[in-house]
């Protein structure tokens, strides 16, 4: 099975200029081949990338909500949500695929945490905001894999693999 993006996908966020783009980002949803079994696991994950903004402005919403250190406006809200939305997406790509993080990947996650470090940041506040993205993402799938019955086995193997991402990227931002 294919999976592609529809000409909605262009209403994702702008990242930031000063990280640099994350590694192919757009070419990354062009269609894909997908391990037999694991349609389930990617057309949520598309569907969650097709609803991307929605998802990026909730989960900044929740970062900002439950880390002081982000209250205090240390990070502006546009800067956050690029990343957000990057790392979101990237996961969701991962995940769609069933593949680790590339090294390229995991290069611009390295970039992401000098740059939070020179900004003020914990290091333990930007892998809390990471763990907080992930668990809201993981919800996001769980909600849209509860519409698809046949989804629910092939998502519970999907746990492995977002929970994968969470560490490597967290991982390479320290």
């Known amino acids: 099975m294919a999976v592609s ?19 192919n980002r757009d070419a990354a949803w062009r ?26 402005r909730r989960i900044t919403d929740c970062i900002y909500e439950e880390i002081p250190s982000y ?13 957000v ?3 979101t997406d990237a996961t969701l790509i991962g995940v769609a ?6 090294a390229e990947e ?9 740059k939070r470090a020179e900004q003020g940041m914990p290091a333990e506040d930007v892998v809390k905001a990471f763990h ?7 919800e996001e799938l769980v909600t849209a894999a509860v519409a698809d019955p046949a989804a ?7 746990a492995t693999d977002v929970w994968s991402w969470t560490y490597q990227l967290t991982s390479a931002v320290c």
């Open 31 to 56: 269609p894909t081949s997908v391990p037999a079994g694991w349609e389930p696991v990617s057309v949520a994950c598309l569907s969650l990338h097709l609803g991307l903004p929605d998802l990026v």
């Open 85 to 87: 939305a990057a790392n």
């Open 152 to 158: 629910t086995d092939v998502l519970l193997a999907a």
């Open 97 to 102: 695929a069933r593949r680790e993080p590339s």
């Open 132 to 138: 907080i993205a992930h668990r809201e993402l993981w």
């Open 106 to 114: 995991l290069e611009w996650r390295f970039r992401l945490g000098r």
């Open 71 to 83: 209250q205090e406006n240390r990070i502006a809200r546009a800067d956050l949500e690029a990343s």
């Open 5 to 23: 993006p529809a000409d909605g996908a262009a209403d994702l966020l702008p990242l930031n200029p000063g990280l640099g783009s994350p590694p």
